[in-house]
């Protein structure tokens, strides 16, 4: 019998029903299921319609008040009432609201309920962001969701796996952004259709758990239906750091099939810009030299982590948003939001002339907190730049990792990061 790759093997250990082989129809119970403030009234709505009473733990439901929290208006207020709401009647403790949560998928893991061979359902396609951990995120759609709130099971098929082997050291200002803008640019927006990537080899332990879930976050814009890192070392400290009791990591077979197998030299990247409209649109930063840009944007549910937050204050630290030029930094969450105040990272960042946000993923998908006018141009740490993600379908969106991000807002366009950190900074 050929060996399986982690997905399936993690897959297995939560079947209620099926056998977890490439295409095969399987029920999985999940570790945690997770909502927020935009698929969570849906999947409210539809658990009332489908006549269930309790949902199936509440100690296993997560619901943040995110995307439109704080509030910008009385409907996304009505949104977050009705999740509160919903909160209260179910006993669910888990639920987060602005200055007691953050993003959702930065949160979850920072709440030690995902780790090694875990699994999460969520109504978000970015659900896929807990790869990082040793663990799988499914994005379901919210009337999917509803099923899972009361029976705590869905039926899903299972995915063929594509394998990412990694090897090398990255050099200066090249993050896990540019790792999967790298591999997005290769195989294209739907290179992964219909299958989890696996990243592993031994340029992983170059990355820490913010580089890894940087990567993971986009996925989907691979078109994947998941990934998933190998575990080792790193992953079960931070597990442990995390108050999470150890569990061993889920590795591959010897001799696991795959659909394809993708290798990528961390030492022979640049730091890479997607060009709009598609995350598929990578090149190094050094082809963009010169691009203007109105908005700089450092944040989301991967890149507003403790980590990029130092890089921006390393570019920043003595120099100025240029004129003409707006940052908006936005903590992925309250501790990271209180870890960055703590070591000064915030005072310097606000120093340089940038607006600090309370966590929210407000600009990120075109809410609020940073829309971008007709023919703006932003650079971003985010995960989407198609056609008026992040506002007016004349706007444009460039994505990039942190250190280039910051080093834009500087010098008012894209530049290379070890560019601008050689000019002189003032006193």
Known sequence: ?????????????????????????????????????????LSFEQFALMGAARVFDPERIVLVADHFAPAPDVTAAGAIAMTRDFARQQGIAHFYEPGRGGIEHTLLAELGMIGHGGIVFGADSHTCTAGAFNALGIGFGSTDLAGALALGKLWMRVPDSIRVELSGTPGAHVTGKDVILELIRRIGSDGAADASLEFGGPGLAALGMDERMAVANMAVEAGADMCVFEGDARSAADM?????????????????????????????LRPMVARPPSPASGVAVEALRGQRVDQVYVGNCSNGTLTDLRQVAAVLRGRQVAPGVRMVVVPATQKIWRAALAEGLLDTIAAAGAAI?????????????GILAAGETAIATTNRNYRGRMGHPDSQVFLANAWVAAAAAVAGEIRPPDEVMALEVAA
């Open 357 to 369: 946000s309370t966590p929210t993923c407000g600009a990120c998908f075109g809410g609020h907190m």
């Open 240 to 268: 442990a750091a995390r108050g999470m009791a150890p569990v061993p990591a889920v590795m591959p077979d010897a001799g696991a099939v795959y659909r394809q197998r993708i290798a990528i030299d961390l030492s022979a």
């Open 1 to 41: 019998m050929s060996g399986r790759a982690i997905t399936q093997k993690i897959l297995a250990a939560h079947a209620v029903e099926g056998e977890a082989v490439p295409g095969a129809i399987l029920t999985v119970r999940p570790d945690v299921v997770l909502l927020n403030d935009v698929s969570g009234p």
